[in-house]
């Protein structure tokens, strides 16, 4: 490991760290930052006062980066090198080093503020402007004031402006490793190709041929078109004439690959082969890949953002920053000079690609992080002043807030409610966590937790799912045999009953290989399903098994429960077209999925109302996972609605002066929220509210 950058600034660094509270260490992808620090810190004996924790905003590097130091260390992963995602700890007593998600470290603050049990915190890969980094960064500022005598906190990244990140922690020091980088000879296409991937293949193709030996790393940008991919280069590298140039390897690399699979492009490729390594910007920054050579860039990322106006989430294939087209440049001059080509013409990099990505605290929904934010205990906090690098705006803070209303997470002048403090304990989405609680109350929580533990697969859980119905019934090697259909009232309840049937059989595995179903994916929610299970059970919400009780009543009381979860998710058919208009604060005129089990009765009618587990835009908006509920339960949801005060929410009737208001974005525990931005005339939302009620009364009057 000696040769690695940031090993020769060991000195330096643990001087540095010595002497002050917050560190910022840059350094280029592959110096060691990831890998080098914590054991740096550790031989320095700083893991005798606590455990060093180190932060990556993806749980593929945490995973990926423990067990690499568990090797160097050669001890065995899980005991003094562990690491911990949601709903996976491997970690124990004995561990020293422990790499976890940012997301895991926010909620094991919920529980202990001060996060005692660390000597260091290693916020890395910071330039990523993950939400959850975001958050903690504001988090650590408190924290070291706090903790000025026994905690480190160090900041790492590959690209981010130092300078900022040092202002924003009172003038920190920033180091500087300086990488050897070779140089990368960039070459661009003379026009945009009609297809990236088409015209990857052939420039990997090409580079095959031509040139000499050095591995190919190429950026596409998910699941789908990387396999697509491999497919593809598999196919050409076997027609090409034996002998006539060396043997190739093709490896795919992204988040949801088995983690056997991952490890594989770590591995040295055998003499005389080259690898293609087919890859989404997670080998941007986040792991590192020896022997590249050559890059391939297809100019595009898939990226989701959330819109608050609309309440929709897209995900989209967009084009990188030119931050992100240098990092994958930089890819290929590691070990030698290298060359990067770039499917697309230098006008689109110098003229179209936006300097840097935007941070995930400005495309997210914040109904999470609001409720988090509330829930803090920390004595002092005041939250109306709360920190960020770059401030969310004013309508993601104000969508999220009205979300967490209707759920009852928040009292109307803006307070945490106990249901609220509660669902921010539990590692699910507000919606999700809302369902749990409501579920619990009717004697449903069974029911919920498997219905929540499906819907927060990591992975896809039928693979022959997306497939429109139509081409699914026409494809006889994938029709479903024996999948239940949700029994007319929609997709929360078939997941319900696609786990209660495994239950039926064992959770053998091969009734989800029988089913389509893919294993890996059922056998993790079958664990997450326990892990929700036991953290009710500690809220002394313990599920009743064993009640005879008919299917039918179960599901109306899910279904019930579903609807105080989702009561920000609901939506109304329209009377004309079988088409569906959202609920709340802005309209929208949607489609139900068609992957959805969801079905119209004899008439062709689908039902009146649904909720929905999400409205996303792909070629039009779609609402996907959806669930019949009845018109009475929604008439609780409508006066609700028809009370919120956005400005009461936000505390408008206690606004101090303008000036203030601007920089007071969130709420504090007893103080009311203020939000500056004034509502337009237009989407004024009582008069919204009350265009709601008519129709709704009108319709009422109707029956
Ligand atoms: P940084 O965080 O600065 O980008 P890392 O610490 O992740 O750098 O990587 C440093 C070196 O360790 C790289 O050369 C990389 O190839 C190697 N490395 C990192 N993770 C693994 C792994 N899981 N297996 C093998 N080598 C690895
Ligand atoms: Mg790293």
Redesign the pocket.
Known sequence: MAN?P?VQFEDKILDTVEKHPVVVII??????????LSQMLHRKGYSKSGIIAVTQPRRVAAV??S??VA?EMDVPLGEEVGYAIRFEDRTSEKTTIKYLTDGVLLRESLSNPELNQYSVIIL?EAHERSLNTDILMGLMKRLIKLRSSNLKVLI?S?TLDGEKVSRFFSNCPVLNVPGKLFPVNILYTPEKPLSYLESALETAMAIHVKEAKGDVLIFMTGQDDIEKLVKKLEERVQSLEEGSCMDAIILPLHGSLPPQMQ?RV?NPPPENCRRFIVATNIAE?S????GVVFVIDSGYVKQRQYNPSSGMYSLDIVQISKVQADQRAGRAG?TGPGKCHRLYPSRYYNEEFIDATIPEIQRSSLAGTVLYLKSLDLPDIDILKFDFLDPPSSDSLEDALKQLYLIDAIEDDGTITSIGRTMAELPLEPSLSRTLLEANNYGCLSQALSVAAMLSAETSLFPGKSKKRKDRDQDHDHHDPVLPNGSGFGDHIQLLQIYDLWDEHDFDVKWCKDNNLQVRGMLFVKDVRKQLSQIMQKMERKERRGRKERDFDLYTKLRKALCVGYANQLAERMIRHNGYKTMGFKSQLVQVHPSSVLEADEEGMFPNYVVYHELIATTRPFLRNVCAVEMEWVRPILSKLEKVDVKKLSGGSHQPAAEEAKESLLPGKDEAIIIAKPAAADDDPQSRIQAAKDRFLARKGKK
């Open positions: 690695l940031i350094g280029q992808t592959g110096s060691g930052k990831s890998t080098q990926s980066v067990r690499r090797q890395d790492t590959a490890v770590f920054t792991l590192t890949v020896d590691r």
